[in-house]
């Protein structure tokens, strides 16, 4: 079994990195080359919200309350096609 130290050093690393990236895209958004317009970072972000959220959030909504997991769908495919315009 894990430690409490482990498992709050891990998570305060992890949050590190987040911030260390939140961070070079901020710098990088100054300097006039951001990252965020990116077609790749839109893409990816698109396919990491669908794989992990949309596949374990559905399953839990299914095997909860039946039909309203569909907007877990919605939400992605609607990004997908109107989140150029929405950029």
Do not use: K
Request: hydrophobic residues 55%; aromatic residues 20%.
């Amino acid at each position: 079994m894990l430690g409490g130290y482990f498992i709050v050093i891990v998570s305060f690393l992890y949050l590190s990195i987040l911030f260390a990236i939140a961070y070079y895209g901020d710098r990088r958004a100054d300097q006039g080359r951001s990252i965020i317009a990116s077609p790749y970072i839109f893409a990816l972000s698109i396919a990491v919200y669908a794989t992990a959220w949309t596949f374990y959030g559905s399953v839990g909504r299914a095997a909860s309350s039946g039909v309203s997991f569909l907007p877990i769908y919605l939400g992605p495919m609607l990004t997908f096609i109107l989140g150029w315009f929405l950029i």
